[in-house]
């Protein structure tokens, strides 16, 4: 525990980062820097910093607005947007490489297009947050073609690989629910405070124009649009979600009356060997070796035999009868009609006996 | 992903859409335009458009409030009303063409009504969201029959086919279920808040009447009225779920119980093959061809047949005695009388020991 | 679908209605009135009348408030509140007459009463409530009793038709409880618009005395009392409900229990079938025509009797001694002593590990 | 029902109350005064007055804040607070008397000590509250005294009884829990609202004195003080409540599984049994009265008894390896080394599909 | 009972705490106090104490705020914090004393760093906070490792110990969970209530500096850094919970469907013990010792072996081919193709009875 303690307090370890200027241009890449320098650089708080520290997995996904930097740190990004720098830190074992440089690719050109719209930090943040639902999106379509697959296998025939797939899947798909929700939350989080939005405005704060706390839209509309979009993606987790649950249901049910079919039938089984033995009792009564006075008759071994088969078929139908009075089941009682009509007279005498 | 960038980069890709002018005679059918032009003359942002956009299944339903603009997205309609004019966007795959056509006349007559009334936005809200009550209300009413009906056989027989169906219809009600709360909450959403209800009187604005915020009644009655019907459906939807679940419940305590009958008939059955197995193994042993000292004996054989018999009968009496305590379940304790006496003695003593 | 819209334009369908007059005298019995005169008389939209339309089976009930009428629609009772006015609209396929003679003279003789307490409205109000209240409670201990008799019942024996009937009760437990919350909502609801509060002041406004909006406490309170009656309906309900739900739960573990109760057995028959099988096989083999050279043996009749049967004794002892290893269950892992010490170990190493 | 109404409409019937005065001395013990007397002396509505009436057992505890009067209505103790008075209505069957007389004490020895700390009325609420707390505590203990116990049984064996028992457990807690969430829930109420916390001061209120409604700093520790401590308990209720959920769940696991090992030992015997009558039905040839060609052979008896015992073992163990392979159940697929690379795979695809 | 009231009431008990000065030394350790003397030399209420008093263990965590000092009373800490001193109060069993010692020794060097940032009450909270935080990290790392070997080991073999162990585990979970929402929500409840978070700057109170209501930017990062990491910390273990879930379902299908392959293994022994039984029943009959004509018959004995072997496997064959039509199992309807059309058909038909 000294080493978490130590871990926690600013030490001047290095990060590796990747810089973008304020035209678009990739500065640095993967250059190191000292904690230390960056703190002061950016006026942030050591605290602030330790989020987005890469080498600390972080599950809850945070923006942080600070006097001059907006700290973003959700899934695979981890970055720090100012108004006129983007400073991006490499995550390690984000083996990914691909979904990074094509992010890259497009921060790059959306910073690059000066177009009057949106100020140089919205249009970082338009990056990031697209990369975000991409991946989110790509995860989602993903485990939906992995389950929906599994399900339709399911269809077929159930057996026991099905199911432990289906519990690898179905921890996916709840590991990446809860991402989904901590995203969609750390959005909503920041649309509910009307400070941070305005606090935002970092290009209008460098160039010391006043803005209105509720002056806030064109930002409002671009993380709702975002927000609405992960909510969609939420949406349709939950309901992969409540459809393997219903699915679990009714295999546990269709499980469950198969096996009363297989003891249905083991029952039938074990009547027809119950009869087959009382006929071997019966034969084996005439193989003992004493006086049956019937030794010489001519007729008997026919009788007898007939007899003992009879006695087999007897006893198993009289257990196959029982068995079908047993397997016919339903859920609608048998006297229903008499017991509404109970019900009804029973309903109507308390209210009598209430008396209103 | 690549592809899924662009697609999200304003195109020029072109929209159908059916246009109602001022007067509610449709202007246009199926007409296409494009994208880019739509945006500039009704002065939307492209990333709006894109909600409506017909090629992209939403499940969340949205209803924009844009500077000149109504944009509705819900369920199958995807409409962009102004305060003189109302486009509706074909959205593909959409086959219910009946549905389509016998709104788009109520939608005709309502808006050439020139009641006095509601303005001529509100007339097209209005249709449209009678609409979306009307599909979710016939849904609501077909999936009730549909699962209503399967309940109904369940009474009559538990069998696996009726599990599956099970299965495909609450799977079928939890997405309606969804659809339905889905189209509530985008309802209320609206609602709750005051600047959007004001900024939807587009006539008034047009006609440069100025409103105060909280001056909205007309709207509110309007949407509240829907948003109260569309709660009704999600509440019926509602139960029907619980009954499903209930349903599936004690079809499972059913299932078991009788698994348990069909045990103890199986065990009847066992009982009687071991007594008859008995029997058999007496007969057996004076099958051997040993010396019993018996060959001889007159009555050997009818003693021994019976006794063989009577064994047989013995053993099985006794598994079925065994059998009937087991068999005899129920909630109530046998020594409950005095276990409840053990527990006020109990409890008294505990609160003795508090010595309050 | 064209039905339904006709439907919902004005017509001039009649309603069948009881009126009252100021002096709580009943001046109309089931007249007939038309739609369109209902709402010009007492200035109401075409769109609230629609709620209170008794053709249409409404769940969600609901007050609303307008200008000079309080609207209501609450269970079995669908009302037009005014200043001097009472209109009670009949609701079809209400055969419960004889609720209704009672609730029609309790609100006759209310409204009589010229207490000075009161405004007219509110002692129409207090009857409408009293009588919603009476009707949720009496079906609630009909329910109550209903469901406590079956729990009892299945307290001595659990069989398939008990769980029938539970299906039955707590499907229409569900109904009752959902309900019941929707009239504690509804109340709620007005409780917390202040304006509605103030709006239903109908005496007050009609003689055009002016009142604060925070000013009414009489109301506030009168309605307050019902919702907290109704609330612990609700509250009762619930317990009701979770009562059956854990009765459901320890009724699947008891079954459960049982089952392997039953199997115990049905292993000891089988084990015992095997023993004497094994016997048999023994005298079988003995009884082969073949020569054994035992034949004349005097003593090998006894002694492979004997030895059958012990044989016999052997295999069924072996076989039962397997089954009581299996059969002893519980939940305390027999190694737990030591495995906690390793718990406690392994807890000290990892807080070692951390190094703290 | 018309009971009920009359029950509910103010009649002249006697309640028991005890009093005491502005010193803490009993003044009356057990006098019996009219509901009329006490509305009109304590300045009440009838309708208030109802709540307190001691023959109506009322779940839902409240505390009503009045013009000079805090009526308090918390499980077992009903009271009417004034500014030098407290009265305490006697609940019937409240057979704990002891209970009450150690409450009754307190409260005396409470009221007298004239410190400067809380005025009258606050050291009369601070005395219930105890004992409000000191009942739900005693009764957690209690309960959870008796869940722990039974489950320690439950880790020795699993049986019937002991579900039965844990039925009756488990509603007793859910019903403790729920009332005990309702005095929270009471409590955190009054908390809420700062008019009411303001009208609670009673003294100074008769005394004239003029309070700010925010300043009531010790009322509002009394009583946060009180709600934490029912926090608590509601809070071990849950712990307990859902370790109860977990052990039925685990038993339900635990019996599962040994049935599976009982139908695994069963399948094993019937394996033999099938064996033996293999060996039995080559015993039987032999003993046909047919000519076998073998009858006098010397070796034959030796050759076919240990034959039919070879196919006695061959038919087991052929069916004792199929059962092995059944047996052997884990969650982790065989081809899980595949399968995963077969994920990655897919998502590699999937992610190129989408061309990001 | 009486004892639990005087516990409450203030008594002359002693305490033991560890004292620290305003550098951060250590004045005292283990020192004992009377807690009348404790109260009025922090002019802190005798109810505050009580919370903090050792030997009543608190589930539910607290951070007071009085007039000089802040109680903090979380997991294994209880402390008071003033503006110069920190008072660490000895929780009686908590063997954890390394727990303990690096705590102590963090708050010591914390509190000696007189570096601008924090004042000295913060600098406390943070070594505090740190070390809760620590505690609850180190114990979720514990119980992870546990839970996650154990679902591993599952992943081999599913058995009896393994369910046991699981219980014990998720019982731990759960209270580990418990307790880690409570510290968030005692954490957020501070950072909600703006009075409590300026209350708490006790050095410029102390100092008499005016601060305003909203000012307390500082110490609103520290709690929503800490509050942050322990959301965290929730979140991970809920993760860990739904991942159990999750398994016990699937272990149960697994089970349940491992159950049924042993069924159906068991029918198939059951069905060849009928067929053999079969065919010794046909021995036996010709071994009865009667006439069978068929004595001297050269061949009948061949032809009558194989003639009951044909019988056993005749019988076992038509049992195993209806062992087969009622194995395959799956969740696809056979008819499937023909229903949904069926569906289709209905759904068209049910819009049309609507005649939109």
Chains 1, 2, 3, 4, 5 share one sequence.
Not at 72 to 85: G, Q, S
Not at 223 to 235: A, G, H, P, R, T
Not at 296 to 309: H, Q
């Amino acid at each position: 525990l000294e080493k978490a303690m130590k871990g926690r307090q600013p030490t001047d370890l290095m990060l590796r980062c990747t810089i973008l200027d304020a035209d678009g241009n990739v500065k640095t890449i993967s250059g190191q820097f000292r904690r230390a320098d960056l703190c002061s650089e950016h006026r942030l708080n050591p605290r602030d910093l330790r989020k987005i520290d890469s080498r600390i997995p972080n599950l809850v996904p945070t923006i942080l607005v600070r006097k001059e930097v907006i700290l973003v740190n959700i899934l695979h990004i981890r970055a720090l947007v100012k108004a006129d720098t983007v400073v991006l830190f490499d995550t390690y074992g984000s083996a990914d490489s691909r979904l990074h440089s094509v992010f890259l690719y497009h921060l790059e050109h959306n910073l690059k297009t000066k177009s009057p719209g949106l100020p140089y930090e919205f249009r970082a943040l338009d990056s990031i947050l697209l990369s975000v639902l991409s991946a989110l999106e790509a995860e989602m379509v993903f485990i939906r073609n992995l389950i929906g697959g599994l399900l339709a296998e399911l269809e077929d025939d159930i057996d026991h690989d099905r199911f432990k797939r289906l519990l690898h899947y179905s921890r996916r798909l709840a590991s990446f629910q809860n991402r989904a929700k901590l995203v969609q939350e750390a959005l909503e989080e920041v649309l509910e405070q009307d400070e941070d939005l305005a606090a935002m405005y970092l290009t209008d704060k460098k160039n010391g124009i006043q803005r209105r706390l509720s002056d806030h839209e064109d930002l409002e509309v671009l993380l709702e649009s975002f927000s609405k979009q992960v909510e969609e993606i939420v949406n349709e987790a939950e309901n992969i979600q409540s459809n393997v649950q219903s699915t679990q249901e009714i295999v546990e049910l269709v499980l469950d009356s198969n096996r009363n079919e297989l003891l249905a039938l083991d029952l039938k089984i074990s009547i027809w060997t119950m009869g087959i033995g009382m006929g071997t009792l019966v034969a084996g009564l005439f193989g003992m070796n004493l006086k049956s006075t019937l030794e010489e008759n001519e007729y008997a071994f026919g009788i007898l035999s007939i007899a003992s088969l009879l006695i087999a078929c007897l006893f198993s139908w009289n257990g196959l009868r029982r068995l079908a009075k047993i397997r016919k089941v339903g859920l609608g009682s048998k006297n229903r009609k008499v017991s509404e009509q109970f019900l009804l007279r029973e309903y109507l005498r308390s209210k009598g006996g209430e008396g209103w």
